[in-house]
């Protein structure tokens, strides 16, 4: 068995792939950033280097957490308790803190590219002094380089420990790294049960971290040492792998309760379609790990010990999960459903007769829309009185009239206004107020 040092084979596995990983997504960044148009009319942005480069140093974020923790909890957890580390434990520690560095790495390289994005310029402009500072005090800022700090102590931890508790005191140190994401992410900005929203995805992080951690390190440990019983890793992890899943399932649909804030938002959401698609990667998963159970778990308990079934079903859990993995990284760098839901919807509120008239249109897009009227008094109250609304949008040679139907007191809608072409919409919309016609005319954008 080799160990002589973190640099030897199994070690380069791990370390070239991230290191390359991250290379590449700050050259294609720069060079994406360098030629980015920033200027013009509208919001300016740091150019599609930087939206690639925040998805992918959050995804090698994730997985630098997940291997650093693996690698730990197989030193101090899964391996056989003795009172200091075998060589083998000591090789996984290593393996550790070699994770934990491309862990810290990924945090800065998350700093740079957040600053990027926020100061709407590409990553050389971004590194300037002043915008380091001030983006430093801000919570995202502050927190990937709380947790690249963090990660730097779990590296030396990790490469020096000797002992089952040191490896374990890593383990507990790098839990508190899971409290980042959540804080700079979704959960930390919700408005609503914000701290059952940042506990909720810290123990799902946990949960991901344990059960594709534990996996990568084993798949490390069946593949580099083949003469090692894994019956005694393996069971041990079956069983905390099944706490992971129920953890896994019960946080998903609390953050699925928290950020779907309708059920069609599940279909006609990118969020809610990418929920769906973790719940069925979820199901797979779920299916491989009773498979493993059942098969892999008597294989290598008999008499031959074969862990040939162990790792086959490994290697296909470890690919779902870093889709998975890869699908919760597009979930984060984007809006939950209902942020999406509300923020595709065009509305125009201006005045009609005494009052005033409000118009939405969802999702503001070529197609199919949801068009709404409403018609209030001047308290905003919807008018009981009002009658007879007409409405039309009118956009070059395009002319469409709204087919109203009433939906309440001063309430209209049209459930399927089909507008074909994007662009700036003329609306004007007539009523009856008191007996007498009013008219109000206002402009609705379609994207």
Not at 198 to 213: C, E, F, I, M, R
Request: positive net charge; aromatic residues 6%.
């Amino acid at each position: 068995m080799n160990v002589r040092g973190p640099l030897n084979a199994p070690s380069r596995t791990l370390l070239l792939p991230a290191a390359a990983l991250l290379a590449v997504t700050v050259l294609v960044a720069l060079r994406a950033g360098s030629v980015a148009d920033t200027g013009g009319i509208g919001l300016q942005n740091a150019g599609p280097g930087t939206t690639a480069g925040l998805a992918v140093a959050r995804f090698a974020n994730y997985l630098a957490l997940t291997a650093t923790a693996g690698f730990l909890l197989l030193a101090a957890v899964l391996l056989p308790a003795t009172p200091r580390l075998s060589t083998l434990g000591v090789a996984a520690t290593r393996r550790a803190g070699i994770a934990a560095a491309m862990w810290a790495a990924s945090a800065l390289t998350l700093f740079a590219f957040g600053l990027s994005n926020v100061s709407a310029r590409p990553l050389p402009e971004a590194l300037a002094p002043d915008l380091l500072a001030r983006f430093a005090t801000g919570r995202f800022g502050a927190l990937t380089l709380a947790q690249a700090a963090l990660a730097m102590v779990v590296c030396v931890i990790a490469i020096a420990a000797r002992t089952p508790a040191a490896a374990s005191a890593g383990l507990a140190i790098g839990a508190l790294g899971a409290l980042a994401p959540a804080l700079w992410g979704h959960a930390g900005s919700t408005q609503t049960l914000r701290l059952v929203a940042v506990a909720s995805d810290v123990v799902h992080l946990l949960g991901v971290a344990t059960w594709l951690g534990g996996l990568i390190a084993l798949l490390w440990l069946a593949s580099r040492h083949r003469d090692q019983d894994l019956g005694i890793p393996v069971r041990r992890f079956s069983r905390l792998a099944g706490w992971a899943v129920a953890a896994l399932a019960v946080t998903g649909v609390m953050t699925t309760l928290l950020h779907v804030g309708a059920a069609e938002q599940l279909l006609d959401t990118t969020w809610g379609r990418l929920v769906l698609l973790k719940s069925a990667l979820f199901a797979a998963l779920m299916w491989f790990a009773q498979t493993q159970r059942r098969r892999a778990l008597p294989a290598l308990a008999g008499p031959s010990r074969k862990p040939r079934a162990f790792r086959t079903l490994a290697v296909a859990e470890v690919g779902l999960m870093l889709v998975a993995l890869g699908t919760a990284t597009t979930m984060a760098n984007g809006a939950p459903a209902e942020v999406e839901a509300a923020n595709r919807i065009s509305s125009v509120v201006t005045t009609l007769g005494d009052g005033q008239l409000n118009v939405t249109l969802d999702p503001a897009e070529v197609g199919s829309n949801e068009f709404h009227v409403y018609v209030l008094d001047d308290a905003g109250r919807q008018r009981p009185d009002a009658a007879d609304a007409e409405a039309t949008l009118t956009s070059g040679s395009n002319e469409v009239t709204a087919e109203l139907f009433v939906a309440g007191p001063g309430h209209w809608t049209t459930p399927a206004l089909t507008l074909p072409a994007p662009g700036d919409w003329q609306l004007r919309i007539t009523a009856l107020l008191d007996g007498e016609p009013a008219t109000a005319t206002a402009t609705i954008t379609v994207r």
